[in-house]
T-cell receptor, first 112, second 115 residues
């Protein structure tokens, strides 16, 4: 069974601090996606990483795909209250990007 | 340019009743996907439809659940004879035809509560 484990499950930090959340699996994925989900809303895609070792930046967010394409990390620099949300990673295999394996998410709270 | 529209946002059903969840994809999108999310869990794929065709229903329970995407109108996810374990948030996503890895756009979900 393919599993994606996200850690930590919950993180509460002060505004301005840095943080890293992780997404780990024993399976190899063809691509991995990161989403943010606000309460009462659907997930919104942040980034897709495809190549082992790939690093993508989205303003203060840095996403990295592991060399073996089994894990990924999301680093946020100088976190802001607007970064608060549930961060989900989802792995795809083969040619499909819809039969995703989803992690349970990291619930992030940034306190002002 | 409306996004993916799902209704109702909240649905309460008693055990044994039927639940019908609707999804209108983004304009120009002909691929629709349904997912289920339980509290504190990630999303689980249920079914993938194109207009008038079910492409992949491997994630859908064999009994009580059905889905359609007619030529006209929204996609419908139907759950017959609901049980308490069906309580969850159901999300619909859509994407453009012809772009295998184009992003999925999600609706805001229907939260089904079975009492």
């Amino acid at each position: 069974t393919q599993l994606l484990e996200q850690s930590p499950q919950f993180l509460s930090i002060q505004e301005g601090e840095n943080l890293t959340v992780y997404c780990n699996s024993s399976s190899v994925f063809s691509s991995l996606q990161w989403y943010r989900q606000e309460p009462g809303e659907g997930p919104v895609l942040l980034v897709t990483v495809v190549t082992g070792g790939e690093v993508k930046k989205l303003k203060r967010l840095t996403f990295q795909f592991g060399d073996a394409r089994k894990d990924s990390s999301l680093h946020i620099t100088a976190a802001q209250p607007g970064d608060t949300g549930l961060y989900l990673c989802a792995g795809a295999w083969g040619d499909s990007n819809y039969q995703l394996i989803w992690g349970a998410g990291t619930k992030l709270i940034i306190k002002p | 340019n409306a996004g993916v529209m799902q209704n109702p946002r909240h649905l309460v059903r008693r055990r044994g009743q039927e639940a019908r969840l609707r999804c209108s994809p983004m304009k120009g999108h002909s691929h629709v996907y349904w997912y289920r999310q339980l509290p504190e869990e990630g999303l689980k794929f249920m079914v993938y439809l194109q207009k008038e065709n079910i492409i992949d229903e491997s994630g859908m329970p064999k009994e009580r659940f059905s889905a359609e995407f007619p030529k006209e109108g929204p996609s419908i996810l139907r759950i017959q004879q609901v049980v308490r374990g069906d309580s969850a948030a159901y999300f619909c996503a859509s994407r453009e035809w012809g772009f295998a890895n184009s992003p999925l756009h999600f609706g805001n979900g229907t939260r089904l509560t079975v009492t």
